[in-house]
Structure formats: structure tokens, C-alpha cells
């Protein structure tokens, strides 16, 4: 069942941001070079902090207005609370193996060239990365990817402070900013989030456009589909491949009801957690709705192939804060392809003993790899053509 929610809380006619305003971080690039000499200390961003850095500095992680100190942090690791009371589902920290850099540095940090924002170091120390990893991911086990990245990516330290922003980082993808978002969007209306990290096939497609007319969607709603582009696992798909899986996908539907935006967000595949900091950063961006699937965010171990999660931990946990954050869930549907009716729910395909019709995704990836055609129920040929394009380029 959906999320029974009370109505969002509109500013203008939008769902008002986490914690009621919309932060902007941006120094106005007229005053950069006034900022970067107040800078002491330098370091390089790894790109998920230049993904964190960017969602800091545009207000998608409103309301934080920099790193978080360590009393925020703990609060989150804990029990997904900032000390001031607010819901967050993930730490957002900047991490160091520096011994040099103390209490009151001002930090430039760079990224691939460019100067991305000053850091003013508030507070430093030593994480209890196994109870970090326990708490916001449900196992410290290494065969979890976040695990393994923060045990074997981050660094020793963790810092928090006051974040100013500077240059966004260069991508191929167009972020657009909560704001420039929320300029384009409908007022009062509903604005369901549709999140996922890979290419849009039929099937998911089905999925976001039955989801506009949910029960607990009001008449004319539309569905922002916002795609994270940053790092995700190491087997899946390249963030620029996808971005022109989505931009083909865009121009075929032409569909009125739809908005596309990319989010520059580093996935930690965590879940229950995960659908916390999702339904947060939509919310900055003027979703009301956020539709969520089976294991949202979900990984297997490494090693035995096992779900960390179960299926339906995401949705539970989503929907029981949703109230809390003045937003609604919508379950996906289950549903599938049949030879007589098309696409159909699940339980319609049992009750009336229809013929369904299924492709794995190892199986897709193999007539991909062959050449072979895709059944045009299964995938979109404009989406069809960009992924055999790339493996053409890849194998070159």
C-alpha cells in the first residue's frame, strides 16, 4: 500500500526543501580568487567527494551547509538524525590521510584541474569505520561495496566544516541544480522521482508512467526522471554511456508528463538507508512522490552472491518516514510483459493464465554482445543502438 502522508509543504506552489530552505553554497565566481586566498592547505577530491562537494554546494543535500562535524555524523550513523532533529540517511563527510591539515585550515580542494570549493575545517578525528558501516549499512562485511569502500577508499580521518563552492565540476552530463529544476517544474501539482542508476528499458518505463496515476497521485501529475551519473559499482554501466541512453530515450517518448535531470550522486547501494538519502535529496529538488522499487538500492555479496537486503526493506523504511519528510511513497508495481495483452500487472497475468514472456539481463547482455535483434517489448532500439555502440568502441 502507499504511504499515507500528509499533504507536502508548499513554498510558491513547490515542496518546500529539507528543513525549509533551499542552501546555496555557490561563492559568485567574482569573489573566487578573493576565496582560494584565504585557502591554506590544498587537496584533491576523489570524485565521489567531488560528487558530494557539488550536491553541498547546489542544495541538494539541503539542509547541511557543509561536512558534517562529528556530532552530526555520529547522530546519523546512529539513528539517521542531525542534532538538530532533522532526518538524513547517510553521513556526508570529507575524508584525509593528511596528518597536516588541523582544526581551522582553510582547504582548497581540486578536482581534475579545476578548484572546487574551500573547506573550513571544523572539527577531525578517527571514525569507528566498522560501527559506521554496521549502522548505515547493516553488515561491516567487505564482500558489501561500501564497506569496501570505506574501508579501502577513504582515508584515515574524516573532516567536517563550512563548504564554499566554487566551480562545478566539468561532466559530459548537464546537472541541473535543485533550483534550476525547481524552476521548470509544475506548481502546485505532484512530482513523483523516479531514481535508477541504469539504463531505461520497457519495463521500468511502464513502471514510472502507471505510477502517475497511483492512487495517492493528484490529476496532472508529472514524474521527474533523475538518473544518478556519478560512481556506482564497478560492473555497471559507464555514467556517460547511460546519460546518452537516457538523452536518446528523452527525444523518443517526447512525453509531456515527463522532466529528465542527472544527479551527479555517488551511490553507497545501502538500501534501506539509501531510500532515506534519495527521498531527502528529491525532496530538495521538488518531488512530493518518490516511486520505489524492490530492493531499492540493493547489492549482493561479492563473494556468495546473497541480497544484503530484503526485498521489500527499502519501501518499509521509506514509507514509514515518509509522513515525517511530507512526502509520499509509490510501490512499483509488479509487472509483466504478456503475449496477449502486452504489459500487464503481475496478478492480471495469473488470474486470466496469460502467456508471459521473460529476457535476463545475462541474456540480454549476451544477444548484445552477438549482434542478435532485441525484442522491442524487452528494450527501446534507440537505447539498443547507444549500448551496442559502445561495446563497438569499447572492443576498438
Known sequence: MAAEAAAPTRIDGLQAPHGGKLVNLQVPESEWDAVIKTANKTMEASDRNACDIELLSVGAFSPLTGFMNQPDYDGVVQDMRLTNGLLFGIPVVLDTNSTDIAVGDKVLVTYKGQNIAVVTIESKWTPNKPVECVKVYGTSSLEHPAVQMVAME?????????????????????CASPAEVRAALPKDTDVLAFQCRNPIHRAHYELFIRALDAPNAGPGAVCL???????TQDDDIPGVVRFHTYEVLKNEVANPRLRWAYLPYSMHMAGPREAIQHMIIRKNYGCTHFIIGRDMAGCKSSISGEDFYGA???????????????????????????????????DVAEKENLTKLNLSGTKFRQMLRAGEEIPEWFAFKSVVKVLRDELVNASN
Open 154 to 174: 577513504r582515508g584515515k580521518f574524516y573532516m567536517g566544516g563550512k563548504v564554499q563552492g566554487l566551480a562545478l565540476p566539468t561532466r559530459v552530463f548537464p
Open 225 to 231: 526522471v533523475h538518473p544518478t551519473c556519478g560512481p
Open 312 to 346: 521489500y526493506d527499502a519501501q518499509e523504511l521509506a514509507t514509514a518516514n515518509a509522513p515525517e519528510l511530507g512526502m509520499q511513497t509509490v510501490p512499483s508495481l509488479n509487472i509483466a510483459y504478456t503475449k496477449e495483452k502486452g504489459y500487464v500487472t503481475a
